[in-house]
DNA sequence: CTAGAGATTCAAGTGCACTTGAAGTCAAGG
DNA sequence: CCTTGACTTCAAGTGCACTTGAATCTCTAG
């Protein structure tokens, strides 16, 4: 399988070499295979083979993951790459920047989260009239099962 | 059981109240005190029933999460609560306080990770001389088990 | 030729944070 | 009296993201 690699350098990575490269243990890579968020060429003797744009599919899902993202959402993301030919830099970038979007919207939950901290468990009285929470007589008790705003939605986005 | 309360209003909630307030399954309260983050007397039918400020530390629990924190990680925090008196503001502020620099350290990360996900990903080049991941004569490798920094830690902090 | 490293599959196990189900108890209302 | 609803315990199940273990096979170096 020579290419215009250097020589010594395959244009196809052993699993072990693919882990070594992207700090991902080899079970895990099998395992995202599994999934179909990678694949693989076999050799004769039924060993794995990826393809070197691999390193990249495999560096976006460990990004995607420290974000926040699922390996279903993962895969959803990489789906949309061209199957046809080597994703160029123009589809990484469409997928990334979706996700920027993503990111910021975090960044302002955990901001708010921050600031909910201060004004609401910070000050000693869970913010009693706005967020009803420790409103002895109940009212907040009538908007339903029980005061949430102040949580946010349970793992909208990442954990 | 009656106190300075309103008439009809204990000082103590059912695990029923406790969950409509705070909003969070009486399985996951009932889980909550089995690993002692919160705590109930008994009732003589055998029945929990959790002081009022209960749903300060379930509130508490709540935002821990959000943030990223494991509930052992939680429970540790809450430790440093005082025993022997219902918890103050200043008590509550010194906890949040240390809080505010993990959240901001979170945020700083996801800054991290919006521009690793442009200069890196976003280029379709995975930084090849920043991140040396794609390297294609590896001279990466020589940095040990695969190059990592531009990964983060695996989870230092939330998922 | 043989040892050892690295590959394979498949089933089962892990850790976290709960949820679900089964079987039972208890107090209040019709 | 009987039902209903809220509570109880305990064991087992769930979902995610993997890891571990066992048995086996293949490649490379000495």
Chains 1, 2 share one sequence.
């Not at 990575?13 to 060429?41: D, M, N, P, Q």
């Not at 993202?69 to 990489?78: H, S």
Request: hydrophobic share 30%.
């Amino acid at each position: 399988m020579a290419t215009t690699t250097p020589p010594g350098i395959s244009a196809w990575l052993t699993i072990g070499e693919l882990a070594k490269r992207t700090g991902v243990a080899t079970s895990a890579l099998r395992f995202y295979e599994e999934r179909g968020l990678i694949h693989s060429e076999r050799t004769s003797a039924g060993h794995r083979r990826y393809p070197r744009p691999t390193t990249r599919r495999v560096a976006f899902i460990t990004f995607a993951q420290r974000v926040g993202l699922t390996l279903e959402e993962v895969k959803a993301e990489l789906d949309l790459l061209p199957q046809h030919h080597v994703p160029t830099q123009d589809d990484w970038s469409r997928l990334t920047t979706h996700w920027q979007e993503r990111i910021e919207e975090r960044i302002r939950e955990l901001e708010r989260l921050k600031d909910g901290l201060t004004n609401c468990i910070g000050c000693g009285c869970l913010s009693l009239d706005r967020c009803k929470v420790m409103n002895p007589y109940d009212s907040a008790a009538k908007l339903g099962t029980g005061p949430r705003y102040w949580q946010g939605d349970p793992r909208p986005f990442g954990r």
